[in-house]
């Protein structure tokens, strides 16, 4: 150690930071002025020694991936069923060497449990899922659900979606029900049985508001005959009923008495064997009917009729080259800088987006773009009026493929979104029958489509009333003042219901008293004062609903359903991913339960 108070020069001393005893004689002998200094200087170091020494113990180093804490068995086994169930893997996952090698090398001494051990656990678990389910749709009073077939490697499954509402948060909730192996026939009874044995094995029956399906023969069948509402319930009339009990010929009155088969009376089906909630058709399928069976009624047209094949036609040629050919690919990816779309039968919007690529790239590329794609793939060019055709088949269509997203949608999607939607898609179309030049027929079979399938549905007074009981619809959707009264209406009727239903319940009084309680009534019910109230609070959000309790209630057993079954075929995608052909052998028990845990992920 150097001294700097030692000026010319410096005096080298030998000093330790612990010991300093030679630097403080050093200072004493050459320099006493400086004495106190250092005294001072290494007080406060003792000092700032003292208080670190009574300060909080440091912060544990990192561990280091040898010094890593150890996981148990159980936690392993749990990790890997959940790496099996949300990832898609078959449970024979387990047995290959390299991913028992990966586990053992992140975790050594752990044993990788076998394939019969991992579909054990994963029936254990659907188990526990559906308990916890159960109880979850225990505590909602409404609840909807969507159901669906389908078909893959010679088996047929039915699926079950269940949707409801939190009531204190206005958030929607889904799950998956079933997946259910449907053997036989499809037919209206089978449907109708499997129906009820899954609404009953949740618990659900009675809180099933509605059941949204596509237009399927069987499932109609099967609503039209065990549905809830009293017209899908009525039955043959078989003549009068006398004081005995006893049938009345009404032609020749004569009071013979005909011996038959006890047995084959029991035998027969009284439609009353199963209960099916009331049935909702698919909005979305009834639209994709619209924008195809109906749109073809456009070809009645003659001049309507040549444009269109003339355009659809060179279409079909460049969506086939593009499809079959990687060489064609290329050259559409390198003159458009876009590949095409080409239409799929079975998939909603397919068709509008495929046209509407082809004007995206007229608009964005140019005309030239596919004059060359054209010549090098020898396919017949786009002529001006093909391309302007095009443009404005896009420009018709694309209220009706948004219609189709708003409807298809899950999550912020209710019942009320129907009227308004279809009220307003008729409204735009008639908006752009004004300025069309190729697609006036188109536009006209689209509007007749639309009331032949929808007429019911808009003048239905319920889905009215679930319209108006959507903050963000009120009654401003429609000018109809019909439309509006009809819904005012059941809202107002439904409402005097529940209070009814409310005093009754609490009430202690006298039947007498009971039936003579309405007319003690003076004034408006606080029900209406709170749709009064309700419809002119200006806010849009559901949080509007929550003040005024009787509406809320209302609001959301109206609202609970869907107006479209996409959540099933949704089901279905998930379950073409688990049922693939190299899978196509897994049991029909296994597959429903992988299914299940892997959308329901919330309850397990």
């Known amino acids: 150690m150097r001294c700097k108070l030692c000026q010319p020069k410096y005096h080298e001393l030998m000093a330790f930071k612990n010991s300093p005893s030679n630097l403080k004689k050093h200072i004493q002998k050459k320099h006493p002025t400086h004495l106190q200094r250092y005294t001072e200087l290494t007080s406060a170091a003792m000092k700032r020694k003292s208080s670190t020494e009574v300060s909080p113990a440091p912060l544990p180093k990192q561990a280091k991936l040898w010094e890593a804490r150890r996981v148990s068995q159980a936690s392993v086994d749990k990790a890997i069923l959940k790496f099996i169930v949300e990832g898609l893997h078959p449970p024979y996952i387990v047995k290959q060497p390299r991913f028992i090698e990966l586990v053992q090398h992140l975790q050594p001494n752990t044993n990788v449990m076998t394939r019969n051990t991992v579909v054990n656990k994963v029936m254990k678990a659907s188990t526990d899922m559906k308990i916890k389910l159960k109880a979850a749709l225990n505590e909602v009073e409404f609840i909807a659900t969507t ?37 036989g026939s499809h037919t209206f009874f089978a449907l109708a049985s499997t129906l009820n044995e899954i609404h009953t094995d949740f618990g659900i029956r009675e809180k099933i508001v509605r059941t949204t399906t596509d237009n399927g023969s069987n499932f109609l069948k099967a609503f039209r005959i065990y549905g809830q509402s009293d017209e899908n319930n009525n039955l043959e009339p078989v003549g009068e009923v006398d004081d005995d009990g006893q049938d009345v010929d009404e032609e020749d009155g004569s009071e013979d008495v005909e011996f038959v088969d006890a047995g084959a009376l029991l035998d027969e089906d009284d439609y009353l064997e199963y209960q099916l909630p009331k049935h909702h058709r698919c909005a979305c399928h009834l639209l994709n009917l619209v924008s195809t069976v109906d749109a073809s009624k456009a070809d009645v047209n003659p001049l309507y009729r040549r444009v269109s094949r003339s355009a659809f036609a060179k279409c079909s040629s460049l969506w086939n080259k593009s499809s079959r050919s990687t060489t064609a690919a290329e050259v559409i990816e390198d003159n458009c800088k876009l590949q095409l779309i080409r239409p799929v039968p079975t998939r909603w919007n397919s068709l509008f987006s495929a046209v509407e690529r ?20 020898d396919t017949p060019k786009f002529t001006p009026v093909d391309l302007a055709f095009l443009a404005e088949y896009a420009k018709t269509m694309s209220p009706v493929a948004k219609a189709l997203d708003v409807l298809q949608g899950e999550t912020s999607v209710q019942m009320g979104w129907l009227v308004p939607t279809i009220t ?108 009064d109230a309700y419809l002119g609070c200006p806010g849009d959000t559901v949080e509007v609903l929550k003040p005024f309790p ?54 397990w």
């Open 147 to 183: 159901t669906d077939c389908w078909t893959a490697h010679r088996r047929g499954f039915i699926g079950v979606t269940a949707h409801w509402f939190n009531p204190q948060t206005m958030d929607r909730s889904c799950a998956a029900l079933a997946c259910k192996r449907l053997k």
């Open 358 to 377: 082809i004007v995206r790239i007229t608009r964005e590329q140019g005309e030239g773009a596919l004059a060359a794609v054209c010549s090098e793939l």
């Open 424 to 531: 307003l898609l008729t409204t735009k179309l008639q908006q752009l029958s004004v300025t069309s030049k190729y697609s006036e027929p188109l536009i006209a079979a689209l509007l007749s489509g639309l009331e032949k399938r929808f007429r019911d549905m808009l003048a239905d007074p319920e889905l009215i009333a679930a319209a108006i009981l959507v903050p963000k619809f009120k009654t401003c959707w429609t000018s109809d003042e019909h439309i509006i009264k009809l819904g005012l209406d059941y809202i107002r009727s439904h409402l005097d219901c529940q209070a009814e239903n409310s005093i009754s319940e609490g009430s202690q009084s006298s039947e007498e008293e009971d039936f003579f309680s309405s007319l003690k009534k003076t004034g408006p019910p606080e029900t209406t004062q709170q749709l």
């Open 550 to 603: 009787a509406v809320c209630k209302l609001s959301l057993k109206l609202n609970t359903a869907l107006p479209a079954s996409a959540a099933c075929e949704r089901l279905f995608s998930v379950a073409g991913l688990i049922f693939r052909p190299r899978r196509a052998c897994i049991g029909s028990k296994n597959f429903e339960n992988q299914m299940l845990l892997r959308l329901n992920k919330a309850y």
